[in-house]
């Protein structure tokens, strides 16, 4: 089992900025890749970013150039910088791991206009 708890969603005005963490504790080695999906009421949970264990990233094409996923492999955290936020980002974030499936509870971003 592995368990994800994130941190870092708020209330910030368009063009601002927030950071994501996600920290996985339980059985972490069988984690190959951890990332975030997105969830805005009446939609679909969708894909935003991942990092895998070497490094390697993958961004949706609503996000690219504005949010970027980094990892700190000795902390086991994940994060998701988000700068040029705008209100169609407004949504449930869901920290994700692959190698495994696990998600985390969710933490809420609303960006206002």
């Known amino acids: 089992q592995v368990q994800l708890v994130e941190s870092g969603g708020g209330l910030v005005q368009a063009g601002g900025s927030l950071r994501l963490s996600c920290a996985a504790s339980g059985s972490i080695r069988s984690i190959s890749s951890m990332g975030w999906y997105r969830q805005a009421p009446g939609r679909q949970r969708e894909f935003v970013a991942l990092i895998t264990n070497g490094g390697t990233t993958n961004y949706a094409d609503s996000v690219k150039g504005r949010f970027t996923i980094s990892r700190d492999n000795a902390k086991n955290t994940v994060y998701l910088q988000m700068n040029s936020l705008k209100p169609e980002d407004s949504a449930a974030y869901y920290c994700?791991?692959?190698?495994?499936?696990?998600w985390g509870q969710g933490t809420q971003v609303t960006v206002s206009s």
């Open positions: 994700k791991t692959w190698g495994g499936a696990y």
